[in-house]
């Protein structure tokens, strides 16, 4: 088993910045990819951002140019920092790990941007 604890999300106002952090504990030997993904009131969960255990990452089209995804292997930590905050960034941010064929997510903390 694989336990992710999310912090840092909070309210901002746009155009602001805001770093979340997930701590992976437990099983963490061989976690492949991990990710952020987010979830806005009556939308679909979807991806923000992914990395891979050697260090590839994914963007999302609408965060690209604005957050940068990172891990630190050795702390089974990854991040997430987001510049230049939009409204419509505003949703709850939930932590993703993959260890072979399983997904584990964390608890979610939420973000909320004003304009």
């Known amino acids: 088993q694989v336990q992710l604890v999310e912090c840092g999300g909070g309210l901002v106002q746009a155009g602001e910045s805001l770093r979340l952090s997930c701590a992976a504990s437990?099983?963490?030997?061989?976690?492949?990819?991990m990710g952020w993904y987010r979830q806005a009131p009556g939308k679909q969960r979807e991806l923000v951002a992914s990395?891979?255990?050697?260090?590839?990452?994914n963007y999302a089209d609408s965060v690209k140019g604005r957050f940068t995804i990172s891990r630190d292997n050795a702390k089974n930590t990854v991040y997430l920092q987001m510049n230049s905050l939009k409204p419509d960034d505003t949703a709850v941010y939930y932590c993703?790990?993959?260890?072979?064929?399983?997904?584990?997510w964390g608890q979610g903390t939420q973000v909320t941007v004003s304009s």
């Open positions: 990395i891979s255990s050697g260090g590839s990452t």
């Open positions: 437990g099983s963490t030997f061989s976690i492949n990819n």
């Open positions: 993703n790990a993959q260890k072979s064929i399983l997904l584990y």
